[in-house]
């Protein structure tokens, strides 16, 4: 998963809870590429792999996804 900037984080987990918080989800590429620029339906694919990505690293089972 690629990092844009170190002065965010995509994913901040809260101690001794299994409380994680997500944010800036783009349909990036593991090394900062673009992928799908005019395709919405490649960029949604991109951007669950991300999330399957950092949530597999940080819970191994997730038990509620509330996307906004």
Avoid: F, K
């Amino acid at each position: 998963m690629n990092c844009p900037s170190d002065r965010i984080s995509q994913i901040v987990s809260v101690e001794d809870t299994r409380l994680v918080h997500l944010s800036g989800q783009v349909a990036w590429d593991g090394d900062g590429r673009p992928v799908g620029p005019d395709d919405h339906g490649a960029q949604a694919a991109q951007i669950v792999r991300n999330l399957d990505t950092v949530l597999a690293a940080e819970l191994p089972q997730v038990l509620q996804w509330n996307p906004l």
